[in-house]
């Protein structure tokens, strides 16, 4: 089991490795403007535009340039010249609490509500409840997140005042804290929930065939619990699989939308701005941080196989 | 655990009222976008305990189907089931999901075809086994429950069953897996076990230890077996009794001897001279029964084995009923519209071998 995983999270280290140097490529090499100029804002002075490419090694060989940049990222000390002079690092590392906040909180709700639709809706497949859960399911897939998120500002809490309308409370007032995050956490959820639902459906009728099943049920076991201990149970790979990635996007700073229109200042709020200004020492950080919350996902997702399946535990020489 | 009078060994016939399995009339039909699909039409036979009743047949003859039957696994929104399966008098067929549920597993036990496929991979064998255990009774608690299953995981022959009821099922080889089933169905001592096809899927070493095993249950503990199967080697291994099936319908009923050296139906006949034969020199190929099993869909108006019988005359086009044919044998019933004496004489396509056809 260790040294499972212990070889995945060197596998995930690599990853990052060449996701960082993409990324400078793509910001710095292939781009035919003088990058130093863009970094440096709109009305940057000469002399602001050589400190940058002193600062950012563009005078230097490519190698270099790495080096320099990747350090300047990763030990905090990168300013953002179009952003108000702000320390990238830290805005990222101020906007932690809020997207986690928001997409903990959302998962808890999609997890919950997806697989209690899902399971419902697989044990009554093509019957009334499957029916009338799928047709919810396909309006909550449909329903875009931007539209939801107005629709739920103009209702909610302009004509009937029932949430405040937008920004964030820390975790120190929880009531308040709650109460502010309860629409972002629905409007995140909504799309997910229903995805979810019918991938478990789907993937519970395939278990239902299954000869270990009809073994269940000739032991005597109670309808339910063949449901849950061998059907649900042996249902659950893909969702995890979905969760790792979803969730791993969500927190590197995916949620770009929700985070903007309910003024909840954390990381897909910063990306946002980033992309606003085209500030690329932010948009590469920001780049990097989420490619790290996918791959530390990703690595989660696959130790928890190895728990959900015990015949992928013991194939360490695969892995 | 308790052994109920009715479920402990009782002389066939006898004082004890009827039969330990009766089944009557069993019909189960399946309705398909095709149509309906009458997989069984038909089935009446008795077990008693302690004896090993084989049902034999080829692929879709409805051999499967009838076993899952006994027990309900079949019951579905589409399934049509009728006649009536009485377990020490006891109706099944009329029984609740939920009254059925205590009938399975602990007074009717299944082991099925493919042990690979057969236990959930998630759950070490210790587990499932427990499982099985505490869902009759809930009182027993896991320790016990524990020990007990080490005791019938070495009861059917796992060495080291103290550190392999910890073992997945994946851990385990083919035969070990189907030892474990075999453990499974027997951990509440059921009083009937059914096995549909329980070698199809082993090599022949491992088949004959498993039928060994199956053997020696059934009469150590006076265990009824209805064994499931397509392999005439395996029934004469083991069967008291057979039944031979084919679209849906009892062809052919009667003790072993009987189906062995005096079959009666056209369609046992190719059965048995599809065999190989070790004790006989080998003809260049092995006979086979031309054609293919019909659909039951589509059944052959008459008798169904009609288009694959080289003897068919007039009379085919009319079903024939299962009837004793024989008077000196009134247990022993066949499907066939051919005359007795007829019989032994078409049967006979070479000296001491009885098949369907001359081998070419």
Known sequence: MLRFAVRRLIGAIAVLFAISVLVFLIFNVVPATNPAARIAGKNATPQLIKNVEEEWGFNKSLPEQYWTQMKLIFTGKATSYSLAHINIDQRILEGIPQTASLCIGAAIIWLAFGIFFGYISAIRAGGFVDRFVTVIALIGISMPVFWLASIFLYYLTYKVELFPASGYVSLSNPAEWAKHLILPWVCLAVLFAGFYSRVLRSSMLDVMNEDYVRTARAKGLSQRRVMVRHVLRNSLIPIVTLFGLDFGVLIGGGAIVTESLFQIEGVGYFTAEALNQQDFPSIMAVTIFGAFFIVLFNTIVDIAYAYLDPRIRLGTSAA | ?360
């Open chain 2, 1 to 360: 655990m308790s052994v109920t009078p009715e479920t402990a060994p009782a002389p066939a016939g006898g004082a004890g009222g009827g039969p330990l399995l009766a089944v009557e009339n069993l019909r189960v039909g399946f309705a398909t976008e095709d149509g309906r699909v009458q997989a069984v039409d038909g089935v009446n036979f008795t077990l008693e305990p302690g004896e090993v009743l084989a049902i034999v047949g080829e692929s879709g003859s409805g051999k499967s189907v009838t076993a899952q039957t006994l027990i309900g696994l079949t019951r579905s929104p589409n399934s049509h089931i009728e006649g009536s399966v009485r377990l020490s008098g006891e109706e099944l067929t009329t029984k609740s999901e939920r009254e059925l549920q205590k009938v399975r597993g602990s007074k009717i036990a299944m082991i099925f075809q493919d042990p690979m496929t057969s236990m959930n991979p998630v759950y070490t064998v210790g587990k499932q086994i427990i499982e099985a255990i505490r869902a009759h009774d809930s009182s027993v608690n896991r320790r016990d429950a524990r020990g007990q299953a080490v005791e019938l995981l070495g009861a059917v022959g796992i060495p080291d069953p103290e550190r392999r009821v910890n073992d997945y099922p994946h851990e385990f080889s083919g035969g070990m897996r189907q030892r474990a089933m075999i453990a499974m169905g027997l951990a509440l001592e059921p009083s009937v076990l059914i096995a549909d096809e329980p070698t199809t899927a082993l090599d022949v070493t491992i088949q004959a230890q498993i039928l060994h095993l199956i053997q020696d249950l059934n009469r150590s503990r006076g265990l009824a077996t209805i064994l499931i199967t397509h392999d005439l080697g395996v029934v004469a291994e083991v069967a008291d009794r057979v039944l031979v099936m084919y679209g849906g319908k009892v062809v052919e009923q009667g003790t072993l001897d009987d189906i062995f050296y005096d079959p009666q139906h056209p369609y046992t006949w190719g059965l048995l001279g599809s065999l190989t034969r070790l004790d006989q020199p080998r003809p260049h190929r092995l006979p086979q029964i031309s054609g293919a099993p019909p659909s039951l869909l589509n059944l052959p108006k008459g008798c169904a084995f009609r288009p694959r019988c080289p003897h068919e005359f007039g009379k085919c086009s009319e079903v024939p009923s299962l009837a004793a044919h024989l008077l000196e044998d009134p247990k022993h019933l066949d499907r066939c519209w051919l005359d007795a004496e007829k019989k032994r004489q078409l049967r006979q396509v070479e000296p001491n071998r009885i098949g369907l056809e001359e081998p070419v």
